[in-house]
Structure formats: structure tokens, C-alpha cells
């Protein structure tokens, strides 16, 4: 589920719709938290699908560790990629804002994170190098993402968490424990998923 404080908004003919923040949505706040209403796809079932569904399907949605669709019921899944993402993903099954997104501001995810089945181009992007997002981008920019959400997670105990009762019951004694500095984050890399070898 997407924080309460976003809407989704129509871009341009290009990109399409994305997800907006209405209220500032400051550094630390869960933005999207995976709920029961979400839907865990098998990749073979993925395969028996109609050519339009099929396509619907892996449009829409990212690959987990496991190598499962996550298919998003709510807007959640129009959220745009950006390579200065203004949302960090963490291994708790949510992700947190990045920094303090502020009200109009797009809220984006680093696709590098989602295990892209194919290498996805992307537009131009100010203070980077990169142009694709490549399936193994996990690999390359782990600790990049772990020192962000490392970063978020300072805040989390000190911002409103509208999301916080939705939070996964297998993550809250882990969380709860890495609150209190007791345990080390999960290192994102762990959300790779290494496709079977194809001979």
C-alpha cells in the first residue's frame, strides 16, 4: 500500500502517470509497505497468462528474491524510476523516503532494485552516469542503497508512520531489534534474485 499522503497524477504521453506527494512526506516514512491485498505471482503461472495479461503483468510489476511477481493492487504500481529516487528500498517488504519529499514531488524508486528481466533505458539524468537500468544493478549499487536507507532508517522512530500496522508480523521483531541498534540493517543485496541458468 502507498502512504496516504500521494496522488496519482498524469505526466505526459511519454512517461504517463506517477504518484505525487499532497503533504510533505519527511525522510524515514514508509512509502509503500506490501499488504495482503497484493498479489505473489509464480513466474510459470505468469506463463500460462494471455498475451495482454501477461504483458499487463510484467509491466506492472517487480520481481522479489524468490523470483515471484509482486503485483501492486494500488497505485503503488505507477511509481516511475529515477536514478536519484526519492524512495529506498529495504529487505522488511517496504520502502522509506529517501529524504524529505516535499509537496508536488514525485515520489521514485531506483529500478535497479525491482530484478528487471531485460535492461531497461532510461532518460537523461542530471549528476549521473547511468543511462540503463541492468537486471543485476543489485550487485553493483548495494552499498549505495544500504548507506540510504541506513541513513532513513534514523528517522524512523521520529516520524508520523501511517503505514507502520501494516508492516509484515515475520519483520517486526527484526525491525523493532534494529530500532534499538541491537542488529546490523539487512544488506539490500539479498533482494537479488539470480535467475536459473538456461542451457
Not at 71 to 86: E, G, P
Amino acid at each position: 500500500m502507498m502512504h496516504p499522503d500521494t496522488e496519482l497524477r498524469f505526466i505526459n504521453d511519454q512517461i504517463g502517470y506517477g504518484v505525487f506527494a499532497t503533504k510533505c512526506i519527511p525522510k524515514g516514512t514508509i512509502v509503500w509497505v506490501m499488504d495482503d491485498l497484493d498479489q505473489v505471482l509464480d513466474p510459470a503461472f505468469v506463463e500460462t497468462l494471455d498475451p495482454l495479461r501477461k504483458q499487463d503483468v510484467q509491466k506492472y510489476s517487480f520481481k522479489n528474491q524468490f523470483g515471484k511477481y509482486i503485483l501492486c493492487w494500488d497505485k503503488s504500481r505507477y511509481v516511475n524510476h529515477s536514478f536519484h529516487a526519492t524512495c529506498v528500498a529495504t529487505m522488511y517488504d517496504m520502502e522509506l523516503a529517501a529524504r524529505d519529499i516535499q509537496p508536488g514531488e514525485e515520489l521514485t524508486d531506483d529500478y535497479g532494485t525491482l530484478n528487471l528481466d531485460e535492461p531497461l533505458d532510461c532518460f537523461p539524468e542530471e549528476g549521473t552516469n547511468r543511462s540503463r537500468v541492468m537486471p543485476d544493478d543489485l550487485l553493483r549499487y548495494y552499498r549505495q542503497w544500504d548507506e540510504i536507507a541506513a541513513g532513513a532508517f534514523e528517522h524512523f522512530n521520529h516520524v508520523e508512520q501511517p503505514l507502520k500496522h501494516l508492516i509484515r508480523p515475520e519483520h517486526q521483531k527484526k525491525l523493532h531489534a534494529i530500532l534499538e541498534h541491537h542488529i546490523p540493517l539487512d544488506s539490500v543485496i539479498q533482494l537479488y534474485y539470480r535467475p536459473p541458468s538456461r542451457k
